[in-house]
């Protein structure tokens, strides 16, 4: 899937987005090994603390669904708004593939890519810590 197809996937789901209060709604698909799409939206709380970004949403149904391998991700906000996955997000993709690729768009419109590792270099991980 090209990442123009991917990141349209990803405005659908931002469609769903639940933010009320930040009035920043976030929609993510996130595309699998095996050329499945997993789309997310974030979700918030009156309590922020249990809000849930759309990067993670995606993750957590492709993981119920037993997927956990993942090529792509593509993230999109507002239009006009660049939306790069938080560190939270960023830390939750490193666990499943931390080389997937990463699209979202620029202030201008234009998809922007990075590999996942370039966006969060020397991520957490227990098992190799664990090796030590």
Partial sequence: MKPRELMAEAVKARRRAYAPYSRFPVGAALLTKDGRVYRGCNVENASYGLAVCA?????WQAVSDGVREFAAIAVTARDGR????CGSCR????????????YW?????RILKRRL????PMAFNLRQLRAR
Avoid: C, I, T, Y
């Fill in 55 to 59: 990067e993670r949403s995606a993750v």
């Fill in 82 to 85: 660049g939306a790069p996955p």
């Fill in 91 to 102: 830390q939750v993709l490193n666990e499943f593939s931390p080389n997937l690729w990463v």
């Fill in 105 to 109: 768009r620029d202030a201008r419109g």
């Fill in 117 to 120: 590792s370039e966006l969060l």
